[in-house]
T-cell receptor, first 109, second 116 residues
Framework: RKEVEQDPGPFNVPEGATVAFNCTYS??????FFWYRQDCRKEPKLLMS???SGNEDGRFTAQLNRASQYISLLIRDSKLSDSATYLC??????????FGDGTTLTVKP | DTAVSQTPKYLVTQMGNDKSIKCEQN?????MYWYKQDSKKFLKIMFS???????INETVPNRFSPKSPDKAHLNLHINSLELGDSAVYFC???????????????FGEGSRLTVL
């Protein structure tokens, strides 16, 4: 079983749609959680950290369920510019960041 | 100023050659990493250095040898290149997740290696 698992998609949605990505992790000792975004032929960049109480940044909402070892990312009112690959990242207390294989999103006009 | 810079951006070489990729960060971070992203876009950690000390060494062939002359630099040397080494290699850095730091990874733009 992979340490971090994501639905690879692809997700193809129209502009304005709401889309949710899920991620599960296997190491119950994981300490911190993130969503990164990677555009085609670019480097990954942090989209948002994921906190236990859940957190929101504009159209983006991240949730963490430690009991189920599950992380989610919700994007509301999708824009064309949201098209990218979204990577779930889990850190252990040893400082190791493990990336999921990514979920590809394409937002269409 | 680029925070994490790596060179070269593109590298095309023949099987059996030896090549190096260099990485520098000006963020004052303590930890630096090498990641490999293959043709399927899977991003896997290879090595991690904290203050010049190797702390993570995943299952990587010993043809790959990282070297950190100081905490701002982490280079990757690859001997006897093979076809399967073709990938994008990303350097990254982070600050230790203490004192409010999240441990966010800052990536370089990547070095695209093609082995012919």
């Amino acid at each position: 079983r992979k340490e971090v698992e994501q639905d690879p998609g692809p997700f193809n949605v129209p502009e304005g749609a709401t889309v949710a990505f899920n991620c599960t992790y296997s190491n119950s000792a994981s300490q911190s959680f993130f969503w990164y975004r990677q555009d085609c032929r670019k480097e990954p960049k942090l989209l948002m950290s994921v906190y236990s109480s859940g957190n929101e940044d504009g159209r983006f909402t991240a949730q963490l369920n430690r009991a189920s070892q599950y992380i989610s990312l919700l994007i509301r009112d999708s824009k064309l510019s949201d098209s990218a690959t979204y990577l779930c990242v889990v850190n252990t207390n040893a400082g190791k960041s493990t990336f999921g294989d990514g979920t590809t999103l394409t937002v269409k006009p | 100023d680029t925070a994490v810079s790596q060179t070269p951006k593109y590298l095309v070489t023949q099987m059996g050659n030896d090549k190096s990729i260099k990485c520098e960060q000006n963020l004052g971070h303590d930890t630096m990493y090498w990641y490999k992203q293959d043709s399927k876009k899977f991003l896997k950690i290879m090595f991690s250095y904290n203050n010049k000390e190797l702390i993570i060494n995943e299952t990587v062939p010993n043809r790959f040898s990282p070297k950190s002359p100081d905490k701002a630099h982490l280079n990757l040397h690859i001997n006897s290149l093979e076809l399967g080494d073709s990938a994008v290699y990303f350097c990254a850095s982070s600050q230790d997740p203490t004192g409010g730091n999240t441990g966010e990874l800052f990536f370089g733009e990547g070095s695209r290696l093609t082995v012919l």
